[in-house]
T-cell receptor, first 114, second 113 residues
Framework: EPEVTQTPSHQVTQMGQEVILRCVPI?????FYWYRQILGQKVEFLVS????????KSEIFDDQFSVERPDGSNFTLKIRSTKLEDSAMYFC????????????FGDGTRLSIL | QKEVEQNSGPLSVPEGAIASLNCTYS??????FFWYRQYSGKSPELIMS????GDKEDGRFTAQLNKASQYVSLLIRDSQPSDSATYLC?????????????FGKGTKLSVIP
């Protein structure tokens, strides 16, 4: 069964550094998403992406964050200047359609900011 | 602010019993409803999706939706120890631009052998 793949599985970064989290969505999916989950808290929506542009973003997704689809397969989340509170699990998801089709999640990247 | 509320649990049931998980949501315009299972330290895994009022069954799982009451539930029959996990209710609604999936905090289920 096709899967969403995310790399790396764990990223340790010094505060203030830039970090790029990578995702390969399921190949025939058109909509891509990033979520984060701070330890012990709920899964929070960050951003959705369709047709090479952001279609929706949350209040969390401020100017420090950006997303990109640099080629036909990868989907990346960049955090420009990391803060301690950015430490979380970051999940990438994809769906065939925006609001009716279920979103399938990758295994996540655990981001630890020191 | 769209809210999805779940009882955090833990909900403990004996093996073989029925586990009943509940969820309410605030956005009356919500269109699609999902249940995900999340094992500790793992990613959410889709269990069920439901779009219209009534029941939807898939194996040991039954999802129930009542849009008038803004209520979604998940029943797990013949509960197994491997069902022990946190169950996340997720609701798709319209954001400022496009659609946005909002998660509840999850209900932790423990199935006792």
């Amino acid at each position: 069964e096709p899967e969403v793949t995310q790399t790396p599985s764990h990223q340790v970064t010094q505060m203030g550094q830039e970090v790029i989290l990578r995702c390969v969505p399921i190949s025939n999916h058109l909509y891509f998403y990033w979520y984060r989950q701070i330890l012990g808290q709920k899964v929070e929506f960050l951003v959705s992406f369709y047709n090479n542009e952001i279609s929706e973003k949350s209040e969390i997704f401020d100017d420090q964050f950006s997303v990109e689809r640099p080629d036909g397969s990868n989907f990346t989340l960049k955090i420009r200047s990391t803060k301690l509170e950015d430490s979380a699990m970051y999940f990438c998801a994809s769906s065939r359609d925006s609001h009716n089709q279920p979103q399938h999640f990758g295994d996540g990247t655990r981001l630890s900011i020191l | 602010q769209k809210e999805v509320e779940q009882n955090s649990g833990p909900l403990s049931v004996p093996e073989g019993a029925i586990a009943s998980l509940n969820c309410t949501y605030s956005d009356r315009g919500s269109q699609s409803f999902f249940w995900y299972r999340q094992y500790s330290g793992k990613s959410p895994e889709l269990i069920m999706s439901i779009y219209s009022n009534g029941d939807k069954e898939d194996g040991r799982f039954t999802a129930q939706l009542n849009k008038a009451s803004q209520y979604v539930s998940l029943l797990i029959r013949d509960s197994q120890p491997s069902d022990s996990a946190t169950y996340l209710c997720a609701v798709m609604g319209k954001g400022a631009g496009s659609y946005q999936l909002t998660f509840g905090k999850g209900t932790k289920l423990s199935v006792i052998p």
